[in-house]
């Protein structure tokens, strides 16, 4: 793609995001259809968050304990460092990479999909703003369901490690507790939570965009998905770096 | 009532509509007809607002679809109702929240009476057995009827149907274009029909518009097409054996009734 189409591309992105961005026809229809991609894209999503925390947050601290054999550093710092990691950058950025895959692919193609059978020229016939009636719900369910998703992966993360603690016995259960709580912070929290909400913005307007923008047959809408998964990614990585480096103050 | 004046709309420089001007007939079913790749979906989308013609206008009541505000093209949009090639029911609704659909965005009535009016608009239709299934659960041709129900919704005054029978059966065909008929005359609308079927052209069309490559060749009734001396239109008409065959057998009668008349 040449710089031209992608200047392009982030003009076109801006002029969607203003006609999603309006006011919705019907706001009752808007609430409707906010509850059902609250369902589709946010509680569908809790087991894949859950079953991928509990495991990473295991091998984590699994990963630290067997590298951390210095004398020098107290074995709680296992747990300090593994709640450091879990809780702002696994919960908040891989998380939200792996939820690029689920929830970006399926608005991209859903979307994707409907405007190739001409749905989306049908509601634009009925007089209803498409743009708006079709993406405005699912970016803000998603954005509004995301901190309950971070939430869930902070926790099955921190207690994924406290099992394998339990298990393998390096740290102790008392002292992995003890690193958990060593120094801890709540902006922390909010800073991942925050970050979050971003990603699952970017995640889910250049997903539609991507499905709105959709031309010709089926093929075009798997490659309007497996781009909307690339360049998510690509942003939320890109957006990871600008926000740690303005929200960071030295210690 | 709808008028174009010399609509022109070029794609990476290929014309693919030259100077078109046309009037619609109110309450009449006109018909846009040609071959495939004439230009036929692509003059209905400019007159729809959805694709923007290069230049020229397109008149609604006298007022050009092309130069009006955003909120005037959103009231002249809920007076149009649109049949597409491949229904364009949203697949996530059931064919009464399909047809429901365009009365919860637009209408002040209750629940009750949106209901009342969406069943009334399957069961002229003859589908509200169907009412409360999916689109894919239903066939090609109870999905155009659905459609038509949605189209019909809002009461339009304008119909719009972009090739209404393709993929059907020739019964299911002849079913959909009595009801276009009859909904256009029934709610005095006026219908814009986009084919290349001439049975459908036969049984419904009260005004008809030939497009050939882009270019308006001929214009007339239906009577007129089986008599036409334009070269293009009778290439068009008949390469349907069907139609040389009833073309021949009147040119037959005629030169008998003639015959008869010398010999008296």
């Known amino acids: 793609m040449s710089l031209k189409n992608n200047i392009e591309s982030v003009g076109d992105y801006a002029l969607l995001l203003k006609r999603v961005l309006s006011k919705p026809d019907r706001l009752s229809e808007f609430f409707k259809e906010f509850i059902k991609e609250v369902y589709k894209l946010g509680v569908s999503s809790i087991w894949i968050v859950v079953i991928i925390s509990f495991f990473i947050g295991a091998v984590i601290v699994m990963q630290i304990a067997l590298n951390i054999t210095t004398p020098l550093l107290p074995r709680f710092t296992v747990g300090a460092v593994s709640r450091e990691i879990i809780i702002l950058e696994f919960s908040s950025t891989i998380m939200c990479l792996i939820l690029s895959g689920k929830v970006g692919s399926n608005i991209a193609s859903e979307i994707g999909t409907m405007k190739i059978t001409e749905q989306v020229d049908a509601l634009e016939i009925m007089g209803v703003n498409s743009a708006n009636y079709l993406i405005l719900p699912k970016v803000a369910a998603f954005v509004a369901y995301m901190p309950v998703l971070v939430i869930f992966s902070m926790f099955t993360g921190i207690y994924g490690g406290y099992l394998i603690c339990d298990v393998l016995g390096t740290p102790s259960v008392e002292t992995y507790v003890y690193g958990i709580q060593f120094y801890f912070r709540s902006s922390l929290v909010w800073k991942s939570i925050l970050k979050s909400m971003i990603f699952g913005f970017i995640i889910a307007s250049v997903s539609a965009y991507n499905g709105y923008n959709v031309q010709g047959g089926a093929l075009n809408v798997g490659k309007a998905s497996t781009n909307s998964v690339v360049i998510n990614s690509i942003l939320i990585l890109l957006t990871d770096l600008v926000f740690t480096q303005l929200t960071s103050t030295p210690q | 009532?709808?008028?174009?004046?010399?609509?022109?709309?070029?794609?990476?420089?290929?014309?693919?509509?030259?100077?078109?001007?046309?009037?619609?007939?109110?309450?009449?079913?006109?018909?846009?007809?040609?071959?495939?790749?004439?230009?036929?979906?692509?003059?209905?989308?400019?007159?729809?607002?959805?694709?923007?013609?290069?230049?020229?206008?397109?008149?609604?009541?006298?007022?050009?679809?092309?130069?009006?505000?955003?909120?005037?093209?959103?009231?002249?949009?809920?007076?149009?109702?649109?049949?597409?090639?491949?229904?364009?029911?949203?697949?996530?609704?059931?064919?009464?929240?399909?047809?429901?659909?365009?009365?919860?965005?637009?209408?002040?009535?209750?629940?009750?009476?949106?209901?009342?009016?969406?069943?009334?608009?399957?069961?002229?239709?003859?589908?509200?057995?169907?009412?409360?299934?999916?689109?894919?659960?239903?066939?090609?041709?109870?999905?155009?009827?659905?459609?038509?129900?949605?189209?019909?919704?809002?009461?339009?005054?304008?119909?719009?149907?972009?090739?209404?029978?393709?993929?059907?059966?020739?019964?299911?065909?002849?079913?959909?274009?009595?009801?276009?008929?009859?909904?256009?005359?029934?709610?005095?609308?006026?219908?814009?029909?986009?084919?290349?079927?001439?049975?459908?052209v036969m049984n419904i069309g009260d005004h008809i518009i030939f497009l050939n490559e882009g270019i308006k060749e001929w214009e007339g009734t239906k009577d007129g097409i089986m008599n036409s001396k334009n070269a293009k239109m009778n290439d068009f008409v008949f390469a349907s054996d069907i139609f040389k065959k009833i073309k021949d057998a009147g040119d037959l009668i005629s030169e008998a009734d003639d015959s008869l008349m010398l010999g008296q």
């Open chain 2, 1 to 200: 009532m709808i008028e174009v004046n010399n609509i022109n709309k070029q794609f990476e420089g290929i014309k693919v509509l030259e100077n078109i001007s046309a009037t619609f007939i109110p309450g009449a079913v006109n018909m846009v007809i040609g071959k495939s790749g004439s230009g036929k979906t692509v003059f209905l989308k400019c007159l729809i607002g959805l694709l923007q013609p290069d230049s020229g206008e397109i008149l609604y009541d006298k007022k050009n679809l092309l130069k009006m505000k955003h909120y005037e093209l959103k009231q002249l949009r809920r007076k149009m109702g649109m049949l597409f090639q491949g229904s364009a029911l949203f697949d996530s609704k059931t064919v009464l929240e399909n047809v429901m659909f365009p009365l919860d965005m637009f209408s002040r009535k209750n629940n009750r009476e949106k209901r009342k009016r969406a069943e009334f608009c399957l069961e002229r239709v003859n589908l509200l057995d169907a009412a409360d299934l999916l689109p894919s659960e239903i066939s090609g041709g109870m999905m155009k009827r659905a459609a038509i129900a949605r189209a019909i919704a809002l009461n339009p005054k304008f119909l719009f149907c972009d090739e209404p029978n393709s993929g059907l059966d020739p019964k299911s065909s002849q079913l959909i274009d009595e009801l276009i008929l009859d909904i256009t005359k029934d709610f005095e609308m006026t219908s814009i029909v986009v084919s290349h079927d001439l049975n459908s």
